[in-house]
């Protein structure tokens, strides 16, 4: 059996490699010397590291500043190294009721690939073997092995338990959303996370989108149903059983009473104007067949200047001002971002929204921002949630190995 001190001294290698590899992932190019400077370990420590990372495969070796071109007047030039970007891959899902999305992107965050798929919402057999394709698609077109995959980091319509697992909900709903995504990751080889897809879309938001610079922020996934990721203070809240989204409250809500979102009201509203015949026959709403007529419609005809257009949209804005004035008041945000695809169409109406949520709240009320990440913001997401528990476990993982030799010159 090792030694106490064995232990011990493995253990302090183990936590100066994931510092240095740590520094690694946060720069670019960098000397022995930088990562001394960051990591205020001993030269000759950080030296022996920098050879063990490169042998492993985390990180390699560039060409010295004097071969790359750089001025040197005495003394041998200095080792300068870089992440592997290509060291493995992070696969982000977005797992949605009627389509999945997998994007492929390297250690970097740079995205490779994506694929879709759509699938049958009712279909909770088809939903992994979709997945399976969908992510072998996104892998082919990255040129990227399954066995290079690290991490796999899933979104789905339901809340989830720190083991990925769903309830079953929701007339069954969310158990049918999330099928054992987890389980069959896992089987792989895969380090998995599966999260709520409004979540994700939180972490989305915060690192890419309309959160940046926000400690306080809720991402609203507002399509076909109203879901929200909460981050307060900087952390994600999911809540005891990952639930904190779930917006079943709504129904409670004088002027709500449902989760429905703004795509799903608006054709709702528009097929029932239609219905009416109390609108303008050369109204884009009446002209449009029944099976066409949808949000994008009203948005268009509003844009037009088409009166009924437009009452839909006040109709739809004092309810999105109820809805802010709750969820913005329980948790003191100072910003409620709009996601999902529906956001590119939002101009006319979250102005209107947020006049009457001023009407509703003590000021400041939380400013209402439309995500600029369109339709991907829950698979962008899921690539940021995978990338960062890669790097958290990087340490002990087992990177690919480089695509071709390298030759260091000196």
Known sequence: MPREDEKYAFSLRRANAAAVLEYAWGTTAFTASDAIAATGLTRSTVIALCDALVEKGWIAELPNARAAGGEYRKGRPARRYELRADAGAVVGVDAGQHCVTAAVADLRGRELARAHTEI??????????????????????????????????????????????????????WSRMNPGFAAHFRERGWLTEVENDANLAALAEGALGAGVGASSYIALMSGER?????????????????????????????????????????????????????????????????????????????EAGDPAALALLDRMAERLARICAVLGGLLDVERIVFSGAVADSLGLLLPRAAARLDELTHPPAPDLIASPLGGGVVSLGALARALEIVRTNAIALEPSAPMREQTIPF
Do not use: N
């Open 120 to 173: 049958d919402p009712d279909s909770a057999e088809q939903r992994v073997a979709v997945a399976d394709r969908t992510i072998a698609a996104a892998l082919d077109a990255a040129g990227v092995h399954e066995r290079s995959v690290l991490c796999v980091a899933v979104g789905v319509p339901a809340p989830t338990d720190l083991d990925g697992a769903s309830p079953e909900g929701e007339l069954e709903f």
């Open 226 to 302: 109203f879901g929200a990721g909460y981050v307060v203070d900087g952390h994600l809240v999911r809540g005891k059983r990952g639930a904190a989204g779930e917006l079943r409250l709504l129904s409670l809500v004088e002027g709500v009473g449902s989760t429905h979102g703004i795509a799903a009201l608006l054709r709702t509203w528009a097929l029932e104007l239609q219905a009416s015949g109390t609108v303008e026959e050369h109204s884009l709403i009446m002209q449009t067949p029944k099976a066409k007529l949808g949000a994008e419609v009203v948005f268009r005809a509003a």
